[in-house]
Structures are given as structure tokens and as C-alpha cells.
């Protein structure tokens, strides 16, 4: 069974704080994905990776940056925490495609006051 | 095994035309069906349905879920040159999101 996790159930950080989410898969995926997932709007991709260290913007990059320096870990980045990205975040993980079936995280979910 | 079928695999058609996609799933555990476009590496997210009957609308597309019949269908309206791409429908449970086969739209001028 694929496994992915994530270093966080839940995370309270304050406005203008760099906020680190980590995830991990064991199934030596190609392709990794940081969602957020807000209601009403569904499940939406902030940057997904194809490779070591190859990156690529999603629906909504802006304010997000990721690493994947290791190919079972993908890091994803807020520079500056803001409220408006009060969320649920999923990573996800697939073997090779982006259109194959991607295997999820449990998901962090982030406050930001 | 879950399984997201779309129909048709492939659609021609001019613009100002209408078009309907369809997806029916075989899942268990279902919680809800997402609708994306894709035109580049990955899909781009359209809708999240997860209750049967209601429409959800964003411009000129739309998109509505039959749990009972175990379907979806994407409209299209006013169809535009932008509008061509792979769209694909996919079933998500929380641990896993998958995709149906796509169906690649091509609108002409």
C-alpha cells in the first residue's frame, strides 16, 4: 500500500510566519502535489513536482514556494503566512503520470491569525 | 476496483457550439467527483460535486451529479478556441483521486 504523510495534523502559526509543510511518500512516486482544499472550491493544485528538483505552478502559486530535493519528500512553503491561507493541505503522490491516480496524505490543516 | 469512465474520448467542434461530457463512475466509498482541464502537465480544477441534483455553474460551463445513476455530465456552452483541451472527471475519496480515461475537445474557428 502507498503510504504518504505529513509532518502535521494541525498548525497554528501568526501572520508573517514561514510555514514549513512536509510530506513524505514510500512508493518512489515521480510525481508529487501540494493541494488546498477549501470549501466550496474543491480541491485546488498549488505546485506539483515531476522530478527531483523540478517544479512546476499550479492553479494557485502565488504565495506558495515547494523543494524537492529528495524524491520521496516535497516541502511546501509559505513565505509569509497570511490569513487568507487558512486551509486544509493535501499532498499527494503518483507513480508517473499526472493523470494517474494520485494517492493522498492525511492533510495538515493550517490556521493563520 | 473504482473505475471513472468519460465519454466521448474525443470531440470536434466549432465555435459557438454546445458540447455535453459525460463520466459514470463505479466507486466505492464514494465522496465526490471533481472536473478538470487540462492543456499543460497538470489538470486545472473546474467543479467539486458531491451532492446529486444541483448544478454547479463558472461562466459558460457547468456541471451536475446523478448519484443514483452513478454519473456526471460537464456542459459547455458557446464553445471558444480556448476552451480546447483534455478534460477529465475524476472520483475523489479523501486517500485517492482517480482520473477517468479524458475527453480531448478540439473547437475550431
Known amino acids: 500500500d502507498v503510504k504518504v504523510t505529513q509532518s502535521s495534523r494541525y498548525l497554528v502559526k501568526r501572520t508573517g510566519e514561514k510555514v514549513f509543510l512536509e510530506c513524505v511518500q514510500d512508493?518512489?512516486?515521480?510525481?508529487m502535489f501540494w493541494y488546498r482544499q477549501d470549501p466550496g472550491l474543491g480541491l485546488r493544485l498549488i505546485y506539483f513536482s515531476y522530478d527531483v528538483k523540478m517544479k512546476e505552478k499550479g492553479d494557485i502559486p502565488e504565495g506558495y514556494s515547494v523543494s524537492r530535493e529528495k524524491k520521496e519528500r516535497f516541502s511546501l512553503i509559505l513565505e509569509s503566512a497570511s490569513t487568507n491561507q487558512t486551509s486544509m493541505y493535501l499532498c499527494a503522490s503518483s507513480l508517473f503520470g499526472t493523470q494517474e491516480t494520485q494517492y493522498f496524505g492525511p492533510g495538515t490543516r493550517l490556521l493563520v491569525l | 476496483e473504482d473505475k471513472v469512465v468519460q465519454s466521448p474520448l474525443s470531440l470536434v467542434v466549432h465555435e459557438g457550439d454546445t458540447v455535453t461530457l459525460n463520466c459514470s463512475y463505479e466507486v466505492t466509498n464514494f465522496r465526490s467527483l471533481l472536473w478538470y482541464k487540462q492543456e499543460k502537465k497538470a489538470p486545472t480544477f473546474l467543479f467539486m460535486l458531491t451532492s446529486s441534483g444541483i448544478e454547479k455553474k463558472s461562466g459558460r460551463l457547468s456541471s451536475i451529479l446523478d448519484k443514483k445513476e452513478l454519473f456526471s455530465i460537464l456542459n459547455i456552452t458557446a464553445t471558444q478556441t480556448g476552451d480546447s483541451a483534455v478534460y477529465l472527471c475524476?472520483?475523489?475519496?479523501?486517500?485517492?483521486?482517480?482520473f477517468g480515461t479524458g475527453t480531448r475537445l478540439q473547437v475550431f474557428p
Open positions: 475524476a472520483d475523489y475519496n479523501t486517500d485517492k483521486l482517480i
Open positions: 512508493m518512489d512516486h515521480e510525481n
